[in-house]
């Protein structure tokens, strides 16, 4: 069954850290660009980051660029979503994904417009 699924979601004071997964299995998930992306119950889903398939390529919109990072395991067939020095407004619940033709440029922004596989997502919760 060709699915993502991620891990790694939870409560975290602001400043704090956490790591997301995000596994595939089915497919490899080297061969596609990932885009990870957030969104908060009432409010539209918005792109966080993404990386690209061979090329190396990684972007982060501004409201996360210095504080997230996203990185390849390609012996896990995972992506991770590092998250640093958290603040209370990056509360919402994430999701990994992808499709045969999506991308990941160096220009931005993160886009879903040719997503075709979202992972089930995790919380993240930023509170003291």
């Known amino acids: 069954q060709v699915q993502l699924v991620e891990s790694g979601g939870g409560l975290v004071q602001p400043g704090g850290s956490l790591r997301l997964s995000c596994a595939a299995s089915?497919?490899?998930?080297?061969?596609?660009?990932i885009g990870w992306f957030r969104q908060v119950p009432g409010k539209a889903r918005e792109g966080v980051s993404c990386?690209?398939?061979?090329?190396?390529?990684?972007y982060y919109e501004d409201f996360v660029k210095g504080r997230f990072t996203v990185s390849r395991d390609k012996s896990k067939n995972t992506v991770y979503l590092q998250m640093n020095s958290l603040k209370p407004e990056d509360t919402a619940v994430y999701y990994c994904?992808?499709?045969?033709?999506?991308?990941?440029?160096?220009?931005?922004?993160?886009?879903?417009?040719?997503?075709?596989?979202w992972g089930q997502g995790t919380l993240v919760t930023v509170s003291s």
């Open positions: 994904a992808t499709g045969r033709e999506n991308y990941c440029s160096n220009y931005g922004p993160v886009s879903d417009s040719y997503i075709e596989l």
């Open positions: 089915g497919f490899t998930l080297d061969d596609y660009a």
């Open positions: 990386i690209g398939s061979s090329d190396g390529v990684t």
